[in-house]
């Protein structure tokens, strides 16, 4: 009778209170402050959770790629920035009366919109534009490099490589895009009304909560079942997944390509709701910075990666204002934090203990668990009830 008795323990365990509260409570703190938030706080700080909102998009890719894949991207930038450009391009035009170009073609002599402005009237090519092309660049990018078994720091340094690349290039095209001055989208206008109004960018506040928990859901798919496995597979042991008959330039290529799409995405929202779009997105820093985001969340559990974005993002806003010259110490004691005391970042240490797990850091011994649910699981009652109908010991012979 030791088996039921071993599963009421561990049925006890999972479902307790306790357990329950440590699983359900950032999804608890989530979705309360998004129902809540909306009606207290003034439209400025509600564009600013809008962005940082927009920013857990970026932050769920890399964790579907570096806490599940194992591939540790330095280079996001540049697919977040081809969203926003692409965005960007769309409401320069839509906002201009008929035979206008957009206004810094003026100052660069451009007398005729380039052709690879031209498709940008269109939204439906536009929506397609700003999640399939940066999925392209980085299922080109992943391919070449994938197919040569190029992984570890050296990824890493060739995905910053590029990320420098595509800086550099965008930094220089004055006359295409305006270069180091970005593209303006505050003055445009979206259904008629104007995107950077009050009305507008709550309304792309709602759009944004949206599309963060519809990728939530795409990133959980992805990561359950045998495509989950293989991922997990890839980051745990590569050569041992490619001996079984795997190919694992395939599974890296596709999973590199969602995270670059979800990038795009992320950059689109960004960009309405912070007004421009520019190179310096495509900053070296700023790459880094989402890997902070992932890090210190919770690498390997998505929930923890838009928490990291929201939060990390919010305190740097709040405490920029006060003290702007100490946020890069902070930020940096943060990683610091992460690296040397958790490891599995904020969500990690919240369900496996909590605060409990700071006070056995400070010599403080927990106190020792009971399982008052063991008395009301089925099999320890029929265990009792059968003990008591035959008292000999070992039961009947």
Known sequence: MASPSTSALSSAGGGSPSGFVRRWLPWILLIAAALILPSVLPPFRLNLLGR???????????????????????GQGIFFALGGYALGMHLQLTSLQPGQLPEFFGLYGVKELPAFWQP????????????????????????????????????????QAALLVFFNFFNGQQKLINGTNGLKTD??????????????????F????????????????????RFGDALIAIRDDEPRLRFTGYNPTAYKTLVFAIAGAMAGV??????VQ??????QYMAVPFSIEMVIWVAVGGRGTLIG???????INYAKSLISEQL???WLFIQGGLFLLVVTALPDGLVGWWTQGGPARILAMLGIAPLAPTYPEIDFDPAVQAEAEAVQSDPTPGGSP
């Open 274 to 279: 912070s007004g421009i779009i520019s190179p």
């Open 266 to 271: 992320s950059g689109a929202l960004y960009t």
């Open 305 to 311: 990666a838009v928490l990291g974005a929201v939060l």
């Open 120 to 159: 940008f009237n269109s939204a439906v090519f536009t929506f397609f534009c700003l999640w399939i092309l940066p999925a392209l660049v980085a299922g080109v990018l992943g391919f070449l490099v994938f197919r040569n078994r190029i992984k570890g720091v050296y990824f890493s340094i060739l995905t």
């Open 206 to 225: 709602w759009v944004t909560l949206l599309l963060v928990v519809l990728s939530w859901f795409l990133c959980r798919w992805l990561t359950r079942g």
């Open 52 to 74: 940082f909102l927009s920013l857990g998009i970026v932050a769920l890719g890399i964790d579907l790629i570096w806490g599940f894949t194992g591939m540790l991207s330095l």
């Open 187 to 204: 003055t445009a206008r979206i259904f008629g009304a104007l995107v950077g109004s009050d009305a507008m960018q709550r309304n792309l």
């Open 324 to 326: 702007p010259e100490t």
